[in-house]
């Protein structure tokens, strides 16, 4: 058994080079959900081979299966959001869109620009297409104007796209609005171009771990 946990003990630090040797986002899943399904299988208490090899075909089966699941939406929503002006970026399972604050809101504004609600149509069309994530609405602004000002208009952007997913048909249980006002800049606010890209709200589609 010890030489079963220590070859799996290897194969993780071998997966610190997946990304180098071409395999996708769902296969280093199944092999990640591999590993710890292995080492839960040998934990049960019947530390028998039979046992961790069962526990790490479990958790290949679910490893790949949530990287399946988000690359199909992350496939969908480049396709449905290509030119928008929403960036669609992923960090591991994690989905990230970023929706400048220009395309989104006017100046000091928290409601949500009348050309921008067709982006938000398909938006939402994915995300009830993926019922199995939760989602959390990110609103950040730039340093200009008071703290106070800048976190109650951050919660207002966030509580606007959040209460428009919902009004397009995303289930309210899934949705948290959260606002961080200035203090979570992604560039320099000392120009515009800075503060410009600091104006945003951003959008993450997270799996759900009780699913």
């Known amino acids: 058994m010890t030489k ?5 003990l290897t194969a993780a630090l071998i997966l610190s080079g997946c990304a180098e040797t071409g395999l996708s986002k769902t296969q280093t899943g199944a092999i990640i959900g ?7 299988g040998g934990a049960t208490g019947n530390h028998s081979a039979k046992r961790v090899l069962i526990g790490g075909a479990v958790g290949a089966l679910a490893g790949g299966g949530i990287g399946y699941y988000m690359d199909k939406q992350e496939e969908e929503l480049n396709k449905e959001l290509k030119g928008s002006g ?10 990230n869109l970023n929706m400048p604050g220009g395309i989104t809101f006017d100046t000091g504004k928290a409601n949500i620009k009348p050309n921008f609600n067709p982006v938000l149509d398909d938006i939402a069309g994915v995300m009830t297409k993926y019922p199995e994530t939760k989602i959390e609405v990110h609103g950040h602004t730039d340093n200009v104007g008071s703290d106070a000002s800048n976190l109650s208009l951050s919660q207002l952007r966030a509580q606007s796209v959040s209460s428009a ?17 200035e203090n979570a800049p992604v560039a320099t ?23």
């Open 189 to 211: 606010n000392d120009t515009p171009a800075g503060r410009e890209a600091n104006r945003r709200v951003e959008i993450k589609i997270i799996p759900n771990p009780a699913q």
């Open 86 to 95: 929403v960036e669609v970026q992923r960090q591991g399972d994690t989905i």
């Open 165 to 181: 997913l919902t009004t397009r048909g995303v289930g309210s249980d899934r949705i948290k609005a959260i606002g961080f006002g």
């Open 4 to 8: 079963l946990f220590l070859s799996a």
């Open 34 to 40: 591999g590993l710890a399904g292995a080492a839960a």
